[in-house]
């Protein structure tokens, strides 16, 4: 296929009917080539985005059905575990005394001291302090005596039936003067006792 180069000077561009047979071709090709790139560029291009949009999103889907499969195989375990913490969550609120238990164990709590070799020199019930489904009551407490019937006063705390927690451990010397050998010996301890009390459904519903 040849082109006479010198017949270019003669052609008109509206009258493609008689460009050279040559001519019409290599114009018919440049024009697909060029329809070719410009959907490649304008649509083609698009659509590459649209995949890798749509890849994207079956990775986290998928990652989404893997999380939701492995909670379904696993929901009799989840079950199970539920019902374990409800039984222990129940045998910690029988812990927490009623409002008509709570003067018995503030008694215990100073009986306890007495009982270690402790002398109260404070024991104050604080104001209740309301949570969710429980009270909290602060009692601030001084007790002097030794170091050993500190310890035996804490671990006898520990183990009443009832839920005390023990705050803001104060320690110090006793003596006041040089002379007196007994106030030497003994020690102040300070701090803050928290026993809890469950709420009934009235108090609930008040809050």
């Known amino acids: 296929m040849n082109i006479d180069f010198s017949d270019l000077k003669n052609i008109d561009p509206r009258d493609v009917s008689r460009w050279p047979l040559a001519l019409r071709i290599v114009a018919i090709v440049t024009s697909c080539v060029v329809v070719l790139a410009a959907g490649i560029w304008f649509d083609t291009t698009n659509q590459y985005d649209l995949l890798d949009t749509a890849s994207k999103q079956e990775t986290e889907l998928k990652r989404t059905f893997q999380i939701k499969q492995h909670k379904a195989s696993n929901l009799p375990a989840y079950i199970t575990q539920m019902e374990e913490m409800k039984k222990s969550f129940g045998a910690m609120l029988r812990q927490l005394p009623s409002n008509t238990e709570v003067a018995e164990l503030l008694l215990d709590i100073s009986?306890?001291?007495?009982?270690?070799?402790?002398?109260?020199?404070?024991?104050?019930?604080?104001?209740?302090?309301?949570?969710?489904?429980?009270?909290?009551?602060?009692?601030?407490?001084?007790?002097?005596?030794?170091?050993?019937?500190?310890?035996?006063?804490?671990?006898?705390?520990?183990?009443?039936?009832?839920?005390?927690?023990?705050?803001?451990?104060?320690?110090?010397?006793?003596?006041?003067?040089?002379?007196?050998?007994?106030?030497?010996?003994?020690?102040?301890?300070?701090?803050?006792?928290?026993?809890?009390?469950?709420?009934?459904?009235?108090?609930?519903?008040?809050?």
Do not use: C, W
């Not at 429980?134 to 005596?145: D, F, M, Q, T």
């Open 111 to 207: 009986q306890t001291g007495m009982q270690a070799g402790l002398e109260f020199e404070l024991f104050k019930p604080e104001t209740e302090i309301p949570a969710e489904f429980y009270a909290e009551l602060p009692i601030k407490i001084k007790v002097s005596g030794r170091y050993h019937e500190f310890g035996k006063f804490v671990s006898d705390i520990a183990s009443l039936s009832r839920i005390v927690t023990l705050h803001d451990f104060k320690i110090e010397p006793a003596a006041t003067r040089a002379d007196d050998e007994t106030a030497k010996n003994l020690l102040i301890m300070s701090l803050t006792a928290k026993t809890y009390r469950y709420l009934d459904e009235n108090e609930i519903q008040e809050q």
